[in-house]
């Protein structure tokens, strides 16, 4: 499949919004509790990030996944930039995920940030965490029961960083 890495344009959101709501809704992995609607979407992704970008299968033009990227934190920390990223069920492990996440790289460089940070990747989010530890993320330590799963269990959660 032919992927592109792009910004994402107003006329993505409603197939970006069933993807965010998907993993929002699976309640394993985010920590959204509550679904996007439309208008919010359209705020979050347009207005709220420094980048949103996706995935679109060139061929047909669908929207496979995206990424949000914005500063983790304000000030004397500004430096430090945070992404979420998020692939549609049906095309998850075609390493899609990876091409997210390296473009996320890029474009935190290009925007100016020194490190990339991710604060609560949950412990049993396998896949991810392989990905960052192959691309070169470290991982910080456990935050014991820091993320309440769908089910109403504590689960880990591992922070990781990235200098830029």
């Not at 197939?15 to 998907?22: C, K, R, V």
């Not at 990876?98 to 996320?104: C, M, N, Q």
């Amino acid at each position: 499949m032919d992927i592109l890495i792009r910004e994402h344009t107003e006329n993505d959101i409603e197939q970006m919004l069933a993807i965010w709501n998907e993993v929002v809704d699976d309640g394993i992995a985010f920590p959204q509790v509550e679904p996007l609607t439309m208008r919010e979407a359209v705020n979050f992704f347009s207005h709220e990030q420094s980048f949103t970008g996706v995935a679109e299968n060139k061929n047909t033009g669908k929207i496979l996944g995206l990424y949000i990227l914005h500063p983790n934190n304000v000030g004397r920390c500004g430096h430090i930039s945070n992404a979420s990223y998020a692939v549609n069920s049906a095309y998850r492990g075609q390493r899609i995920g990876e091409k997210l996440v390296r473009h996320s790289i890029e474009k935190s460089r290009e925007l100016g940030f020194r490190l990339l940070q991710f604060n609560a990747v949950v412990r049993t989010n396998y896949g991810a965490i392989s990905l960052y530890e192959k691309l070169g993320f470290v991982r910080l330590g456990i935050i014991p029961g820091g993320f309440l799963m769908k089910d109403g269990r504590y689960e880990d959660i591992l922070p990781f960083y990235r200098i830029l």
